[in-house]
């Protein structure tokens, strides 16, 4: 029963991305806030739960990843629906995991069920990514950060959502456009 753990903590996380969304979008900044550091905390515990006790499970390796791109999406989305994030940087976003969600299923049909592995820059992009929504999150709720703040973090996810795809493009985007040729 212990083993369940992980699987519940990051099921938590899934059900915590309405009410960040929804505080986010009603202006209540610093409720988001605080639920989006807990959603953040959750995703390394249940890690390094899993990890430490071996308790490790088909569905934890495939909602952990889910759940995190939901909350990222859904953060996201209820940011640039708040305008606090301009719709130019919402597209790049949106276009750079939608090409890495139809690459993640071409590779899933192709190369028989097995996932693709992330790649460092893909962690940097999410690390970036979760740095901008805390730094915009804090921003909006108490007005004490500079704003060159979102600026340097939005900076920081574009390069690393280029290097990404970029990195992405070399390695399994490569096998599988060899697969079509």
Not at 30 to 41: C, D, E, H, Y
Not at 81 to 88: A, V
Request: hydrophobic residues 55%; aromatic residues 16%; proline residues 3%.
């Amino acid at each position: 029963m212990l083993s369940a753990i992980p699987n519940i903590i990051t099921s938590l996380r899934f059900i915590l991305v309405v009410p960040i969304s929804f505080c986010i979008y009603q202006g209540n900044d610093l409720l988001a806030l605080i639920l989006f550091i807990v959603a953040g905390l959750s995703d390394g515990i249940d890690g390094y739960l899993a990890r430490k006790f071996n308790w490790q499970s088909d569905f934890g390796q495939f909602a952990d990843p889910l759940a995190d791109k939901c909350l990222i999406m859904a953060t996201l989305l209820a940011l640039a629906f708040s305008d606090k994030l301009p719709l130019w940087f919402v597209y790049i976003i949106i276009l750079r995991d939608g090409i890495v969600l139809i690459g993640a299923m071409l590779h899933l049909l192709l190369f028989n069920n097995k996932q693709a592995l992330s790649n460092r820059w893909g962690k940097h992009y999410t690390g970036w990514t979760i740095a901008l929504f805390i730094i915009l999150l804090i921003q909006s709720a108490f007005q004490i950060l500079p704003f060159y703040f979102v600026w340097i973090a939005m900076t920081g996810v574009i390069i690393f959502t280029f290097l990404s795809l970029f990195n992405y493009f070399k390695s399994e985007g490569k096998l599988i456009f060899e697969q079509f040729l």
